[in-house]
């Protein structure tokens, strides 16, 4: 069936500094992709949506350009956050949006992002 | 706008146990409503849908009944096993093509042998 393998799993990094989370589509091409966003406790809130070879649309109250989202091929689909803070501490995941499952969505296993 | 509450978690039950997990939905129009579960270290994967008013989703033998007069979508399983822990997602989308998922907060299922 269709995979989305998404790395790292978990990442931690110094305030300040970016980090780059990748979504790759396995076996099917991803010309979809959703970007979500899981703080403690909250639920899973859709931070931006990516077609392939065009620019993102994000949610309303989502910086542009701390969430920086790149989708140039139908296989890869990358978040970076930008100058992150402790505040960007949070759960991410990325969803395809693939023909091959019953609900039309591939989803990674996710990435725990801690800023100190 | 759309939006969906779960109830409180973490949830431990002992195996063989029954299982409820509430769900309940705001939304416009006749969203369809999902289930999805995320084991540790996988991605989410849908689990079981409803698409219309008093349609029963069912798989694994867990099931949630789409009920429009009191808009819940409860999950429900006669028998837990220590494989379904996991993490459960409630879920909706509204009509329409280019419709986005709405989800729930999740909730930790642990299952005691």
């Known amino acids: 069936g269709a995979v989305v393998s998404q790395h790292p799993s978990w990442v931690i990094c110094k305030s300040g500094t970016s980090v780059k989370i990748e979504c790759r589509s396995l076996d099917f091409q991803a010309t979809t992709m959703f970007w979500y966003r899981q703080f403690p406790k909250q639920s899973l809130m859709l931070m931006a949506t990516s077609n392939e070879g065009s620019k993102a649309t994000y949610e309303q109250g989502v910086e542009k350009d701390k969430f920086l989202i790149n989708h140039a091929s139908l296989t890869l689909s990358t978040l970076t956050v930008t100058s992150a803070h402790p505040e960007d501490s949070s759960f991410y995941i990325c969803?395809?949006?693939?023909?091959?499952?019953?609900?039309?969505?591939?989803f990674g296993s996710g990435t725990r992002l801690t800023v100190v | 706008g759309n939006s969906v509450t779960q109830m409180e978690g973490p949830v431990t039950l002992s195996e063989e146990a029954f299982l409820t997990i509430n769900c309940t939905y705001t939304?416009?129009?006749?969203?369809?409503l999902f289930w999805y579960v995320q084991y540790p270290g996988e991605g989410l994967q849908l689990l079981l849908k409803?698409?219309?008013?008093?349609d029963k989703g069912s798989n694994k033998g867990f099931e949630a009944t789409y009920r429009k007069e009191t808009t819940s979508f409860h999950l429900e399983k006669g028998s837990v096993q220590v494989s379904d822990s996991a993490v459960y997602f409630c879920a909706l989308r509204g009509p329409g093509a280019n419709s986005k998922l709405t989800f729930g907060k999740g909730i930790t299922l642990s299952v005691r042998p």
């Open positions: 409803a698409t219309k008013a008093d």
């Open positions: 939304a416009t129009g006749y969203p369809s």
């Open positions: 969803s395809a949006k693939s023909d091959g499952t019953k609900d039309g969505y591939t």
